[in-house]
């Protein structure tokens, strides 16, 4: 029954800290993370970051700054009045990041390439400012399929637009394949956490992760289209039987690399549109905001109670 997450006992140290499965890192003197705009020889990484715990990720940095503020409020961190949150990556001009006490809310953009980069100087990061056992959540959106518009869904894995489970990335002129598995027990965990009166589904299924939000979706309305309605939803329907729930952009690579550095890890998605009925974004811009508070609520409740329970 418990398959939920075995570590590979060669990712981690004893006592929880990330280990880079990488020597080369600990040979050189210092270690710029461009895209973040910090360095372990110009910052102080274990002073900055050592009492992180959370490391929560979306595509959009206004989303993930909202997130911060929405997090402070809930687990009672408390700034200097008069001030607010710095965006600690803004000289990156690439991605952003807050934190708020054991929080670190970062915008990751869209796609896997995107998360991609992000997640290795992310986990590089922990390790050098030697963070224990941190816990990765990506809050986002996605298409669904079969259910409703503003419906929270929890990835049980990971697959391609192949229905393959696993990150495939050339290296060296060969292809790495990276099983993109999650943690299960996180998820039922977090699905546990869905409220009996909540006016919305918290559902748990997979996920499909593509490259492209067009052709790659089977959306009809692209710049190009080279396939009939009728393929269209022969290939969805075919997806959906094999339990895929949702579609987005970066689940793949987040679940195979936060697998790969023995983090565990969750991806919560709120769909926009239900794709067996359509293929553009169409409820109002107050609505998807409203629904886009569904996955971040989630997460507020999950970190909450870790917190209350210490
Ligand atoms: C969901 O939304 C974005 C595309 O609109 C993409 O980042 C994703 O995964
Ligand atoms: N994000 C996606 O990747 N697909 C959708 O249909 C909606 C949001």
């Known amino acids: 029954e418990n398959e939920s997450f075995q570590y590979d006992s060669a990712v981690r140290y004893r006592d929880g800290s990330v280990r880079l499965r990488n020597p080369n890192i600990e040979l050189m003197d210092q270690d710029i993370l461009y895209h973040l705009a910090l360095g372990s020889g110009s910052h102080d990484l274990v002073e900055m970051f050592g009492d992180v715990k959370f490391v929560c990720m ?133 699905k546990a956490l869905a409220h009996r009166d909540d006016p919305y589904d918290t559902v748990i299924g997979k996920t499909m992760c593509t490259y492209d939000f067009y052709e790659g979706q089977a959306r009809l309305d692209g710049a190009f289209c080279e396939f009939s309605e009728n393929e269209k939803m022969d290939y969805l329907t075919k997806i959906h039987k094999a339990g895929v729930v949702n579609i987005e952009m970066e689940s793949l690579s987040f679940a195979a690399l936060t697998h790969h550095a023995g983090i565990q ?43 209350q329970r210490r």
């Open 58 to 190: 979306g595509g959009t940095p206004k989303r993930m700054e909202q997130f911060a503020n929405y997090i402070m409020k809930e687990i009672g961190h408390k700034i200097p009045a008069g001030t607010t949150l710095l965006d600690i990556s803004q000289y990156s001009y690439r991605y952003s990041m807050y934190k708020v006490g054991p929080v670190l809310s970062i915008s990751h953009g869209m796609g896997i390439p995107s998360v991609g980069i992000l997640l290795h100087e992310v986990i590089k990061l922990m390790y050098h400012a030697k963070v224990k056992d941190p816990v990765f959540f990506r809050i986002g959106t996605c298409g669904g399929i079969g259910i409703e518009g503003g419906t929270v869904v929890i990835s049980e894995e990971a697959v391609d637009g192949m229905l393959n489970s696993y990150l495939e990335l050339p290296v060296l002129g060969q292809l790495v394949r990276r099983p993109a598995k999650l943690d299960r027990q996180l998820a039922r965990d977090l």
């Open 265 to 307: 890890s969750a991806v919560v998605c709120v769909t926009l549109l239900d794709r067996l009925k359509g293929d553009q974004v169409l409820a109002p811009k107050e609505v998807l905001d409203e629904w886009q508070i569904r996955p971040q609520q989630l997460i507020a409740r999950y970190i909450t109670r870790y917190l």
